[in-house]
Structures are given as structure tokens and as C-alpha cells.
T-cell receptor, first 113, second 116 residues
Framework: DQQVKQNSPSLSVQEGRISILNCDYT??????FLWYKKYPAEGPTFLIS?????DKNEDGRFTVFLNKSAKHLSLHIVPSQPGDSAVYFC????????????FGKGTRLHILP | DTGVSQDPRHKITKRGQNVTFRCDPISEHNRLYWYRQTLGQGPEFLTY????????KSRLLSDRFSAERPKGSFSTLEIQRTEQGDSAMYLC??????????????FGPGTRLTVL
């Protein structure tokens, strides 16, 4: 039972355009959501997070949107840069579950020149 | 201190052998987590520690797996009698747990285990 779903295994975006990565979740107890970026042979690197009391969080080129009623979140990267090419993991946790993170399967983002 | 470190980065072993991995968390972090990642999947939770106490273990953690965090600092993950299905990337993460907020976990580079 996949509690965090990333339905697009891969995404290709032209350099300079907006990249939009989507994520759906099923567990309504999740109250904290994160995006991690992963390069080959490295551990996941924290990118941005959002608490369930917010619907948007922005950090430079990265913005995460949360739609609790739809149990959906998205990560926007604008403008996309070549160094953004990586696997992006959507993740969620719940305070009453000791912050154990549940990850999606990831979306591989390719930034095209 | 630059982040979470793990040792070794790669381990190749023969089926049936025992292996041990080490994780050094960010120094002031009181929580330490172990995850496992296989090809095409996201990291999956294995176990976690609050200081030296192991508070939860996933059903993925069979009896052949044991983890310790004896002084509340570094942690070790041991796999006994390794099987080919244990081949994966083993990731360690740490966080500073505070009472009113959810804290971000920071990951190490992982240990890639290959069981022949």
C-alpha cells in the first residue's frame, strides 16, 4: 500500500522553463511534507518542506504547494537549470508517528539544454 | 561538522557473511534513523533511535538485522547471515527532535551493499 505516490517516473523540461513535480498521498494523518533531491551514488538531500497548516512555501527557485483537500502536493522549480537534473522524492511524516518519513518512488527530472 | 557520515560507502560480501555499517549523525541531533533503498524505490524506514533508545522497528527488519546506538551518538547496523535480497543502499539520517515542531531529517551518503 503506497501511502505516498509519485505517478510520473520521469519528466523532461527545457532549461529555463518551469518544472512541476506532482505527488499524492493517502494518509490524512500526515502533517509534514518534504521534497528531497538525489543524485546517483549519494544520499537524498533535503530541498524544501511544508507543514500541513500552510498551503505554500517558497525558497528561491523552489516552491511547494499543498492541497490538503485533494491530498496533493507539487514542487515547482523555476527557472529550471541543468544542475536540477536528479531524482526527486516526495515524502511525508506525522508527528504522532515520531516523524518517520514515508517516501514516494521518485521522479527523475531531466533538464534539456 | 559537515553532516551525516556513513562508513563504508560500499560493501561487497558473500552470502552468509555478517556485515556491519556505521553512521555518525550531525553532532547535536538526538534522533537517528536507518532506511533501506532498493532500485526504483524510495527509501524505506527500518528503525530509529531517540538518543540511545531504539523506539521503533519496521517489519522489514528481520531477526538477522540489529542496530545499536550505545552512547546516543554514532550507530551501527549489523546484518547477520546476509542474503542476496539484502543487497540495497542503506541510508542513515538524523534530526533534532523538538517538542512542538516536526524536524527535517538529513541523510548521509549511504552504504551500498552487494551480496554475491
Amino acid at each position: 500500500d503506497q501511502q505516498v505516490k509519485q505517478n510520473s517516473p520521469s519528466l523532461s523540461v527545457q532549461e529555463g522553463r518551469i518544472s512541476i513535480l506532482n505527488c499524492d498521498y493517502t494518509n490524512s494523518m500526515f502533517d509534514y511534507f518534504l521534497w528531497y533531491k538525489k543524485y546517483p551514488a549519494e544520499g537524498p538531500t533535503f530541498l524544501i518542506s511544508i507543514s500541513s497548516i500552510k498551503d505554500k512555501n517558497e525558497d528561491g527557485r523552489f516552491t511547494v504547494f499543498l492541497n490538503k483537500s485533494a491530498k496533493h502536493l507539487s514542487l515547482h522549480i523555476v527557472p529550471s537549470q541543468p544542475g536540477d537534473s536528479a531524482v526527486y522524492f516526495c515524502a511525508a511524516s506525522a508527528r504522532d508517528r515520531d516523524d518517520k518519513i514515508i517516501f514516494g518512488k521518485g521522479t527523475r527530472l531531466h533538464i534539456l539544454p | 561538522d559537515t553532516g551525516v557520515s556513513q562508513d563504508p560507502r560500499h560493501k561487497i560480501t558473500k552470502r552468509g557473511q555478517n556485515v556491519t555499517f556505521r553512521c555518525d549523525p550531525i553532532s547535536e541531533h538526538n534522533r537517528l534513523y536507518w532506511y533501506r533503498q532498493t532500485l526504483g524505490q524510495g527509501p524505506e524506514f527500518l528503525t530509529y533511535f531517540q538518543n540511545e533508545a531504539q523506539l521503533e522497528k519496521s517489519r522489514l527488519l528481520s531477526d538477522r538485522f540489529s542496530a545499536e546506538r550505545p552512547k546516543g551518538s554514532f550507530s551501527t547496523l549489523e546484518i547477520q547471515r546476509t542474503e542476496q535480497g539484502d543487497s540495497a543502499m542503506y541510508l542513515c539520517a538524523s534530526s533534532l527532535s523538538r517538542s512542538l515542531t516536526t524536524d527535517t531529517q538529513y541523510f548521509g551518503p549511504g552504504t551500498r551493499l552487494t551480496v554475491l
